[in-house]
């Protein structure tokens, strides 16, 4: 008998087309790819909705992923809609992954802060992590690994949320790449894993995240 297809919510960016006078929810097609690769059905959460908590329960979804693009406070809907979607994740206990922006906002949701980066040194610059945390670490089964990188904000050490565990530093400017809740399944990257797709690295972090192997 096949087994059942995972399906996994996903966040989605918000584009203003000036020259149409008007607002797109969009998601980059690598995701779509990447999820497909990974045997996961993808199920976009528009920006719009009048009910986000019954439209997740409607569509019968196994996890969240909250996309990057746009800054957090750009777009009030965006906010708005993940942090109901965080909501009712945490409720349900949903596995949930915070890319890039995605991961800024579960930070601001439990309590902590971002710093704008003036140096644009994570903007476009692949760069080396060092995975900190002992229990992360074994699960992933490395140390060290070179990420993308594709940010303006960044998070510090002491600006980090409340039960939010940091396991990966970038060294050069010990500024947070990835972290994980104490308690709930929620993991927090700054990188993007749907932009290096055929990385065995990305492959076992979401394997990590859907298996809820932390908790």
């Known amino acids: ?15 203003l087309i000036e020259k149409y ?4 929810d969009t998601i980059s097609q ?13 199920i976009l959460i528009p920006n719009t909705l009048g009910d986000v908590k019954s439209y997740i329960s409607d569509v019968e979804i196994d996890g ?4 990057g693009g746009d800054n957090v406070g750009q777009f009030p809907e965006r906010d708005k809609t993940e ?3 965080l909501d009712y994740a945490i409720d349900k206990r949903f596995p949930v992954l915070g890319v890039c922006r995605g991961m800024q ?19 476009g ?5 060092h995975i900190m945390d002992q229990k992360f670490s074994k699960l992933l089964g490395y140390d060290n690994i070179q990420v993308n990188s594709f940010h303006n904000n960044i998070i510090a050490k002491k600006s980090i949320g409340e039960k939010l565990q940091i396991f990966a530093l970038s060294p ?4 947070v790449e990835g972290y994980y809740h104490s308690d709930l399944p929620i993991i927090g990257v700054m990188w993007h894993p749907e932009r290096d797709m055929i990385s065995k690295h990305q492959t076992k972090l979401m394997e990590v995240f859907e298996n809820k192997s932390l908790w």
């Open 105 to 123: 906002i579960i930070n601001e949701y439990f309590g902590g802060k971002m710093l704008t980066n003036d140096t644009d040194s994570h903007v």
């Open 30 to 42: 690598e995701w779509t790819i990447f999820l497909q690769n990974l045997a996961i059905t993808p």
């Open 125 to 129: 610059k692949p760069h080396q992590i």
């Open 172 to 175: 050069h400017d010990n500024t």
């Open 64 to 67: 969240i992923i909250l996309s």
């Open 21 to 24: 006078n008007e607002k797109r």
């Open 1 to 15: 008998m096949q087994q059942k297809k995972k399906r996994f919510g996903i966040s989605l960016r918000v584009e």
């Open 83 to 85: 942090k109901q979607i």
